[in-house]
């Protein structure tokens, strides 16, 4: 079909433009990276850290510090911020070229009386679009020429295409029925035909409803709530810690020390040396705040979810937005879409059934001879046009989605090696309910296809396996047969054939021998049914949404396995669940796993109610339709095929539309919780050993056992280094067993407790004893200072190394919670790795960091003793794991 219209000229496109608008919509307003960087800075961590870093500034302008040591705070700022920052950033551009990339749609249109492509974006009211199958809608308007086949799914839901007619010449544009409209994101299947716009860029439907998107409050994930408290408590541990140890030293120093207390203390003393232990004491109080603030954590976070990341795209998960992993790890219900997540998206052949009742699944586990007559009967029996320029992926021009599911059955036959020619043909229509052509040539048939009960009632003979005409004797067995593939949602289908040429009446010819009854459905991946099991094995309550029937709904949640294992199972249809109130809907929830005949408006109301519940909740959605409840959810997952707008409100995008991805991403989204948890034990430990060092180390005659910059590396280098090997740990199958992390659940838990306050004291303990031994001061002195208060350098670089490596040591404890220490050592390639670039860089810091690091070389010797004595904490731990087995039970084992 040709059109041939003037369209507009450029005057009037400018004019219609400046009056109604550009056919851009309008999309989320993005953070800048400046923005982000300035909410990055708003931490509680950080604040504490900028603070400290305000008075080393201030005491090394006075002389009292080291210019390097606020160099290092500065540092330690900004490489946190700045990493978190950027990761972010960075990733949320990406994503955004990509969908920038893939609206670029071009469009047909006409303008100064020529067809001319152009950009979406530059549509206007009243241009004439050209539309064909494969086209999606650009705006909304009126069809005023042709007609069209329209997929509106991605607006309604519904998956049946809606037959769309022009409106007559003469009619106005206020007549214009549904049938009549055409709306933006909508998809032509079949037809040709002409539009004019009527309304473009957030005026259309599709924009009304990004509208509602853009309204939707941005929601903390769990772990970022579990984060805000950590920080809060970290703040005040560090602010009260830092007090504390001034006024230790201060009333240490002036009262304690002196003979006659404070009184002998003012006595002997200068002003300038009270301002010196009153600046000593400043400094200590730094020093505690630099400890107890775990810097790397915002950037280790930003590595571990990164790296989490690009594990996930490799399984065909995009994840939007960073936090979205650990999100969908803390699942506890998932609303999921059936058609094209839990089913392949398309109609397949399931089941074919001969005379005899019997089944076969597959073209070739058919007999040769029936194999063959099959393929004949459908291939020379469709309105299809065959295109076998490509054997593998033929192409089937004009065929419905019946039609198409019935073709590709027999893919690999579909080759006519003998010419034959069309008598005559009965096209399918509703009431007939069947179709017939009739064929001369290879052979002399006529071909019939139909709704099985109608073709049924005139088969007298089936086709046996050796490809003979039998008679048709036990056509109550076959009608059983056919009544439990009913049940499972299929849609059935006979093929058979006939001597009997077609008549004028376009009657079914009879007799008719049956070749075969085909159950059709939109079929399950192969994966769907273990997916859902694993997911509920997870503790995940999956419901599914669909607008389908309830009998097909509730037969694909048989055969998916919702509705195994729990004898209160319930399913709903749409009216069913309105007639509810949200108290009802609520109690009935944790049973209820499938919604028939859903709108779009279900789907936001149980999201709504299931956060109610303090659920974790998970929604699916393709179409504009979902962006809603998608936005609104707590993870929102798109399906990799859906809209733009559905991408554009999601965290998580599903590129291959699979719902066991969605059960990768929970289990990436587990196993990067236990990262960060992990990450925490680790550098917790060392910075409660830290604080407690420098708290009693002045009482020992230590005033700075570790200095500021030595801390600055064990808490923003090697920490972070250590969190690095963190993020490498492998996602264990066995994570999927356990239940979700309640929303409630702190970030510590008692066993991290238990770790963090058992291996954080006895390394205090055993630094104290290192400090204060005689046996230490002779082995890395060479002297005999027992009882001198005098610590030499290499003393002090002895001390400082066994520090670091015991807690390099305890970094294997930190890793797991097992016994075996080296679990799964090496499905984490990482952690060897980092591990060994942390001893290399703290040797060559104890080799060559010299003042800034007040450190000497170590003889092999010295060496040998430092590691030897930095062991401890490995016995220690496993002491305390095996008590806690006893105890309280393995929770490897729970």
Same mark, same amino acid.
């Given at each position: 079909?040709?059109?041939?219209? /003037?369209?507009?000229?450029?005057?009037?496109?400018?004019?219609?433009?400046?009056?109604?608008?550009?056919?851009?919509?309008?999309?989320?307003?993005?953070?800048?990276?400046?923005?982000?960087?300035?909410?990055?800075?708003?931490?509680?961590?950080?604040?504490?850290?900028?603070?400290?870093?305000?008075?080393?500034?201030?005491?090394?302008?006075?002389?009292?510090?080291?210019?390097?040591?606020?160099?290092?705070?500065?540092?330690?700022?900004?490489?946190?911020?700045?990493?978190?920052?950027?990761?972010?950033?960075?990733?949320?551009?990406?994503?955004?070229?990509?969908?920038?990339?893939?609206?670029?749609?071009?469009?047909?249109?006409?303008? #100064?009386?020529?067809?001319?492509?152009?950009?979406?974006?530059?549509?206007?009211?009243? #241009?004439?679009?050209?539309?064909?199958?494969?086209?999606?809608?650009?705006?909304?308007?009126?069809?005023?020429?042709?007609?069209?086949?329209?997929?509106?799914?991605?607006?309604?839901?519904?998956? =049946?295409?809606?037959?769309?007619?022009?409106? /007559?010449?003469?009619?106005?544009?206020?007549?214009?029925?549904?049938?009549?409209?055409?709306?933006?994101?909508?998809?032509?299947?079949?037809?040709?035909?002409?539009?004019?716009?009527?309304?473009?860029?957030?005026?259309?439907?599709?924009?009304?409803?990004?509208?509602?998107?853009?309204?939707? =409050?941005?929601?903390?994930?769990?772990?970022?709530?579990?984060?805000?408290?950590?920080?809060?408590?970290?703040?005040?541990?560090?602010?009260?810690?830092?007090?504390?140890?001034?006024?230790?030293?201060?009333?240490?120093?002036?009262?304690?020390?002196?003979?006659?207390?404070?009184?002998?203390?003012?006595?002997?003393?200068?002003?300038?040396?009270?301002?010196?232990?009153?600046?000593?004491?400043?400094?200590?109080?730094?020093?505690?705040?630099?400890? *107890?603030?775990?810097?790397?954590?915002?950037?280790?976070?930003?590595?571990?979810?990164?790296?989490?990341?690009?594990?996930?795209?490799?399984?065909?998960?995009?994840?939007?937005?960073?936090?979205?992993?650990?999100?969908?790890? +803390?699942?506890?219900?998932?609303?999921? #879409?059936? $058609?094209?997540?839990?089913?392949?998206?398309?109609?397949?052949?399931?089941?074919?059934?001969?005379?005899?009742?019997?089944?076969?699944?597959?073209?070739?586990?058919?007999?040769?001879?029936?194999?063959?007559?099959?393929?004949? *009967?459908?291939?020379?029996?469709?309105?299809?046009?065959?295109?076998?320029?490509?054997?593998?992926?033929?192409?089937?021009?004009?065929?419905?989605?019946?039609?198409?599911?019935?073709?590709?059955?027999?893919?690999?036959?579909?080759?006519?090696?003998?010419?034959?020619?069309?008598?005559?043909?009965? /096209?399918?229509?509703?009431?007939?309910?069947?179709?017939?052509?009739?064929?001369?040539?290879?052979?002399?048939?006529?071909?019939?296809?139909?709704?099985?009960?109608?073709?049924?009632?005139?088969?007298?003979?089936?086709?046996?396996?050796?490809?003979?005409?039998?008679?048709?004797?036990?056509?109550?067995?076959?009608?059983?047969?056919?009544?439990?593939?009913?049940?499972?949602?299929?849609?059935?289908?006979?093929?058979?054939?006939?001597?009997?040429?077609?008549?004028?009446?376009?009657?079914?010819?009879?007799?008719?021998?049956?070749?075969?009854?085909?159950?059709?459905?939109?079929?399950?991946? @192969?994966?769907?049914?273990?997916?859902?099991?694993?997911?509920?094995?997870?503790?995940?309550?999956?419901?599914? !949404?669909?607008?389908?029937?309830?009998? $097909?709904?509730?037969?694909?949640?048989?055969?998916?396995?919702?509705?195994?294992?729990?004898?209160?199972?319930?399913?709903?249809?749409?009216?069913?669940?309105?007639?509810?109130?949200?108290?009802?809907?609520? &109690?009935?929830?944790?049973?209820?796993?499938?919604?028939?005949?859903?709108?779009?408006?279900?789907?936001?109301?149980?999201?709504?109610?299931?956060?109610?519940?303090?659920?974790?909740?998970?929604?699916?959605? #393709?179409?504009?339709?979902?962006?809603?409840?998608?936005?609104?959810?707590?993870?929102?997952?798109?399906?990799?095929?859906?809209?733009?707008?559905?991408?554009?409100?999601?965290?998580?995008?599903?590129?291959?539309?699979?719902?066991?991805?969605?059960?990768? &991403?929970?289990?990436?989204?587990?196993?990067?919780?236990?990262?960060?948890?992990?990450? !925490?034990?680790?550098?917790?430990?060392?910075?409660? +050993?830290?604080?407690?060092?420098?708290?009693?180390?002045?009482?020992?005659?230590?005033?700075?056992?570790?200095?500021?910059?030595?801390?600055?590396?064990?808490? !923003?280098?090697?920490?972070?280094?250590?969190?690095?090997?963190?993020?490498?740990?492998?996602?264990?199958?066995?994570?999927?067993?356990?239940?979700?992390?309640?929303?409630?659940?702190?970030?510590?838990?008692?066993?991290?407790?238990?770790?963090?306050?058992?291996?954080?004291?006895?390394? &205090?303990?055993?630094?104290?004893?290192?400090?204060?031994?005689?046996?230490?001061?002779?082995?890395?002195?060479?002297?005999?200072?027992?009882?001198?208060?005098?610590?030499?350098?290499?003393?002090?670089?002895?001390?400082?190394?066994?520090?670091?490596?015991?807690?390099?040591?305890?970094?294997?404890?930190?890793? @797991?919670?097992?016994?075996?220490?080296?679990?799964?050592?090496?499905?984490?390639?990482?952690?060897?790795?980092?591990?060994?670039?942390?001893?290399?860089?703290?040797?060559?810091?104890?080799?060559?960091?010299?003042?800034?690091?007040?450190?000497?070389?170590? @003889?092999?010797?010295?060496?040998?003793?430092?590691?030897?004595?930095?062991?401890?904490?490995?016995?220690?731990?496993?002491?305390?794991?095996?008590?806690?087995?006893?105890?309280?039970?393995?929770?490897?084992?729970?």
């Amino acid at each position: 079909m040709k059109f041939v219209y /003037p369209g507009l000229a450029t005057s009037q496109v400018e004019e219609s433009r400046a009056r109604y608008g550009s056919n851009e919509i309008t999309t989320m307003e993005r953070e800048t990276f400046w923005d982000k960087l300035l909410d990055n800075f708003k931490d509680p961590l950080i604040i504490i850290l900028v603070i400290a870093l305000v008075i080393t500034i201030i005491l090394a302008i006075l002389g009292y510090a080291h210019w390097y040591e606020g160099v290092g705070i500065a540092l330690a700022v900004v490489i946190a911020t700045l990493v978190a920052t950027w990761s972010e950033h960075s990733n949320e551009s990406a994503f955004q070229r990509l969908l920038e990339e893939a609206s670029i749609i071009q469009v047909k249109v006409f303008r #100064d009386s020529k067809l001319v492509e152009l950009s979406i974006n530059e549509l206007v009211v009243r #241009d004439y679009i050209l539309l064909q199958p494969g086209d999606t809608i650009p705006a909304d308007g009126l069809l005023i020429s042709g007609h069209l086949e329209v997929n509106e799914a991605s607006l309604t839901g519904e998956s =049946e295409a809606v037959q769309k007619k022009s409106l /007559p010449e003469e009619a106005k544009d206020d007549t214009a029925t549904e049938k009549n409209q055409l709306f933006r994101g909508a998809l032509i299947e079949d037809g040709e035909g002409v539009m004019r716009i009527t309304a473009v860029g957030d005026k259309t439907r599709y924009g009304e409803t990004m509208k509602e998107i853009l309204s939707a =409050e941005d929601r903390l994930s769990p772990l970022q709530e579990k984060l805000v408290v950590l920080g809060k408590h970290i703040s005040t541990f560090g602010y009260v810690g830092a007090i504390v140890i001034f006024l230790a030293f201060v009333l240490n120093v002036m009262w304690f020390q002196p003979e006659g207390g404070l009184t002998g203390y003012l006595a002997t003393h200068s002003t300038g040396e009270m301002v010196q232990h009153i600046l000593t004491a400043m400094i200590l109080s730094i020093i505690v705040i630099v400890v *107890a603030v775990p810097e790397g954590l915002p950037m280790v976070i930003a590595m571990v979810l990164a790296m989490n990341m690009k594990k996930l795209l490799s399984v065909k998960v995009l994840v939007r937005k960073l936090l979205g992993i650990e999100t969908a790890g +803390s699942l506890t219900i998932l609303f999921s #879409d059936k $058609t094209g997540t839990l089913t392949q998206g398309q109609l397949m052949i399931e089941e074919v059934v001969l005379g005899n009742s019997q089944h076969y699944q597959k073209l070739p586990d058919l007999p040769e001879p029936l194999r063959q007559m099959i393929a004949f *009967a459908l291939r020379n029996n469709t309105s299809a046009v065959i295109d076998l320029s490509d054997p593998q992926q033929p192409k089937l021009v004009g065929a419905d989605r019946t039609d198409q599911a019935m073709l590709r059955f027999v893919t690999p036959l579909l080759k006519q090696e003998k010419e034959i020619d069309i008598v005559e043909v009965i /096209p399918f229509n509703s009431s007939r309910k069947f179709s017939a052509t009739q064929v001369t040539g290879e052979q002399d048939l006529t071909l019939v296809k139909g709704a099985a009960e109608v073709v049924l009632n005139n088969c007298t003979h089936y086709l046996d396996a050796t490809g003979k005409a039998v008679p048709l004797t036990d056509k109550d067995r076959l009608e059983q047969t056919m009544t439990g593939l009913s049940k499972r949602a299929m849609r059935l289908l006979a093929v058979a054939i006939s001597q009997t040429p077609i008549s004028d009446s376009k009657e079914l010819p009879q007799p008719l021998t049956l070749l075969g009854v085909f159950g059709i459905r939109d079929a399950l991946r @192969t994966t769907s049914y273990e997916s859902v099991k694993l997911a509920k094995n997870a503790g995940i309550h999956v419901v599914m !949404i669909t607008g389908d029937a309830k009998e $097909t709904a509730e037969a694909i949640g048989r055969d998916v396995g919702l509705l195994e294992g729990d004898p209160d199972a319930k399913m709903l249809t749409s009216a069913e669940l309105a007639k509810l109130s949200d108290d009802q809907v609520k &109690a009935i929830l944790p049973h209820l796993y499938v919604v028939a005949r859903a709108f779009p408006t279900d789907k936001s109301r149980l999201v709504k109610l299931a956060k109610d519940m303090n659920w974790v909740v998970g929604m699916t959605g #393709d179409g504009v339709n979902d962006a809603p409840a998608v936005k609104n959810a707590d993870v929102g997952f798109a399906m990799g095929s859906g809209t733009e707008m559905t991408k554009e409100s999601s965290d998580i995008v599903i590129l291959d539309d699979n719902f066991s991805s969605i059960t990768k &991403a929970v289990l990436y989204g587990r196993t990067l919780f236990k990262s960060i948890r992990k990450f !925490i034990v680790f550098q917790l430990t060392v910075s409660l +050993s830290a604080v407690l060092v420098s708290f009693l180390g002045q009482f020992f005659g230590f005033q700075l056992p570790l200095t500021m910059t030595q801390l600055l590396w064990i808490n !923003i280098i090697m920490d972070t280094l250590a969190g690095l090997a963190f993020a490498g740990e492998p996602a264990l199958q066995r994570y999927m067993s356990e239940p979700p992390i309640p929303k409630d659940e702190k970030l510590i838990n008692n066993d991290m407790w238990s770790s963090i306050l058992i291996n954080g004291s006895i390394a &205090a303990l055993m630094s104290v004893i290192f400090l204060t031994a005689d046996f230490t001061k002779e082995i890395f002195t060479g002297e005999h200072l027992a009882g001198s208060p005098e610590a030499t350098a290499d003393f002090l670089t002895a001390f400082f190394a066994f520090f670091v490596f015991m807690h390099i040591f305890n970094t294997f404890n930190a890793r @797991t919670q097992s016994f075996n220490l080296f679990e799964n050592f090496f499905g984490n390639k990482l952690f060897p790795a980092v591990i060994a670039g942390i001893i290399i860089t703290q040797i060559l810091l104890v080799m060559f960091g010299g003042d800034i690091m007040r450190t000497v070389g170590l @003889t092999m010797t010295e060496w040998a003793y430092v590691l030897s004595f930095a062991a401890i904490l490995i016995p220690v731990d496993l002491l305390r794991k095996l008590i806690r087995n006893h105890w309280f039970g393995n929770p490897v084992l729970k």
